[in-house]
């Protein structure tokens, strides 16, 4: 973990005069030299035999070299109660460190009602609260996801994409991932064996890795 104080940044500046540090610049620059991109992979169903969760084993099966991705289970989140944003249950504060640690984050969405599942956006509710200590913010994140459905999750995935607005996070655009007809793509054991997919899945890891180099670059 890296510790980036700006106000000894900004006096070794002054003794120095070398160009002024922002906050967002230096840290990234600090992460930069770390070379390995951590990515958090959280998926939106609690189900045991859960397409979705396969699909994110399959995703961290195929982490590119350079990266590393860890698994948040969302078991155990309790609903999101306002009165205890500023003191929350101890596995929201696991949640929210988490979140903080990662450089990254993948989501993987079921699709419940033409929308995200609740135990998603209610995770992505507790990690954003307070006011002004969202765990989110400036996070670069992508998205994939997968449904018994023709269309593979495309409406819940537009949904998440509106709430990565105000919690000012960076979503890589494309390629865009959603598995349709998922009883069709899975085996037995539940790994995925689409070849079409997986290559898809590998490739928005790879993009993912560049996109978050990038951000940290800037
Ligand atoms: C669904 N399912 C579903 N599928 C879809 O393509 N569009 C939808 O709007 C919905 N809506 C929906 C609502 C609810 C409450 C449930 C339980 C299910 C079906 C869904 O794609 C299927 O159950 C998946 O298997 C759910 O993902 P996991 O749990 O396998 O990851």
Redesign the pocket.
Known sequence: MIFFDLKFAKKQHELNLQPAPTARGDLMNAKETDGNVTILGI?????Q???????LRTAKSLTPAGATLDIFDLDNIPGFNQDLESNPPPKVAELKARVRAADSILF?T??????I?GVLKNAIDWASRPYGDSAWDSKPVAVI?????????A??QYHLRQSFVFLNMYPLNQPEVMI?N??SKFDEHGNLKDERAIELVRQILIKLVEWTRLIRSS
């Open positions: 998926a939106g169903s609690l189900r035999g859960s397409y979705n969760r396969s699909l993987v079921p699709e419940y009602n033409y929308s599942p996801g997968t449904s018994i459905g023709a269309l593979g999750t409406r819940a349709a998922a009883g």
